[in-house]
């Protein structure tokens, strides 16, 4: 039998297990914690598990049922996701409907409503009266980066179970099982993804991420020079990476916040940017102040762009304060 290929939420999975074994699953359940964090991988190995036709604690992966739901088929098991940001009461409105007939094959029917948050308030009531009166057959995960966007209404009916971020061994242990890349490069990831499983995928599937740093650290060193022509020629930089824009300003918030580190403690071992000791000790002259303010700047920046500020003016000004 083939285990689960979960990285980390070791404590989550024993929970559902025991629900399953001790057969006292839940009705509702509501997924919670940052995005990334893998809630969605867990919520469809449950629900594959709990529409296993084996019925153990783990799936089989050999039965009909397994086989349906590995190639998206499977007629007892849907996933409602946010059309262009919002999950509509007439989405719910189809899982109402559904609900009012008995499953086609299995025993139950599962619904994952991904991204719970993007209900609006109709959506929510519409969920409502199902959550309080289920039908006998019915599971339904909800998951959420923000439980607090949801009526209490509904989360006061889902057995909650948060989730957390992943330990750094655990995205080091993932990246070294999935991805060619060198001990240097997984370091950097493992610890930029802060605990996100999806960040530190999305980050190794960026075609151009070190060559990204490696340019904006050049961009800082003719900023720290006080070569400012230099700088602000590199607009073209910005503009052609624009899609990235959230990513560069990470880069830039973990790249002052390492030369904090590395200015008062001379130990590369504390930083993100382990591999960049020579770099770091070169701009570590400049003072804590202006660290400060300059991590300050590159998130007002984040903020005047999601404002719709005009993108390279906000960007001139981000590299005239550095």
């Known amino acids: 039998m083939r285990k689960n290929n979960i990285i980390g939420h070791v404590d989550q999975i024993s929970k559902l297990k025991s629900a399953i074994?001790?057969?006292?699953?839940?009705?509702?359940y509501l997924f919670q914690g940052e995005d990334g964090l893998g809630k969605a991988e867990v919520a469809k190995w449950f629900s594959k598990t709990l529409l296993c036709e084996e019925k153990g604690i783990e799936a089989c992966n050999i039965c009909s049922s397994c086989i349906?739901?590995?190639?998206?088929?499977h007629p007892d098991f849907n996933i409602i996701r946010p059309e262009k940001g919002i999950i509509r009461k007439s989405q719910i409105d189809?899982?109402?409907?559904s609900v009012s007939t008995n499953p086609f094959e299995s025993d139950r029917k599962i619904f994952i409503i991904d991204e719970a948050e993007s209900m609006n308030k109709e959506s929510m009531n519409g969920l409502l009266k199902t959550l309080e009166e289920p039908p006998s057959f019915l599971n339904i995960i909800l998951i959420t980066s923000k439980e607090n966007e949801l009526l209490p209404t509904i989360t006061s009916r889902c057995e909650d179970l948060k989730f957390y971020p992943l330990g750094r061994e655990e995205i080091k242990l993932y990246l070294n099982n999935n991805y060619q890349l060198n001990e240097k490069e997984r370091e950097f990831i493992a610890?930029?993804?802060?605990?996100?499983?999806?960040?530190?995928?999305?980050?190794?599937?960026?075609?151009?991420?070190?060559?990204?740093?490696?340019?904006?650290?050049?961009i800082v060193d003719s900023l720290i020079e006080g070569n400012k022509s230099a700088a602000l020629s590199r607009e073209e930089f910005f503009e052609s990476n624009k899609d990235d824009i959230d990513l560069?300003?990470?880069?830039?918030?973990?790249?002052?916040?390492?030369?904090?580190?590395y200015k008062e403690t001379e130990n590369i071992n504390l930083t993100i940017n382990k591999d960049k000791e020579v770099e770091l000790s070169k701009q570590s002259l400049i003072d804590f102040n202006?660290?400060?303010?300059?991590?300050?700047?590159v998130e007002?920046?984040?903020r005047n762009i999601?404002?719709?500020?005009?993108?390279?003016?906000?960007?001139?000004m981000m590299l005239l304060s550095i």
């Open 306 to 316: 999601k404002s719709n500020v005009n993108f390279i003016l906000s960007i001139e």
């Open 248 to 261: 560069i300003l990470d880069f830039l918030i973990y790249w002052f916040r390492d030369l904090a580190i």
């Open 300 to 302: 007002k920046t984040r």
């Open 21 to 28: 074994e001790d057969k006292n699953i839940s009705h509702s």
């Open 191 to 218: 610890d930029f993804s802060n605990g996100s499983i999806g960040f530190a995928k999305q980050l190794v599937d960026s075609d151009n991420l070190f060559q990204i740093r490696d340019e904006l650290i050049k």
């Open 290 to 297: 202006k660290i400060n303010d300059i991590i300050e700047n």
């Open 94 to 97: 189809e899982l109402v409907e």
């Open 68 to 73: 349906k739901f590995e190639t998206d088929n």
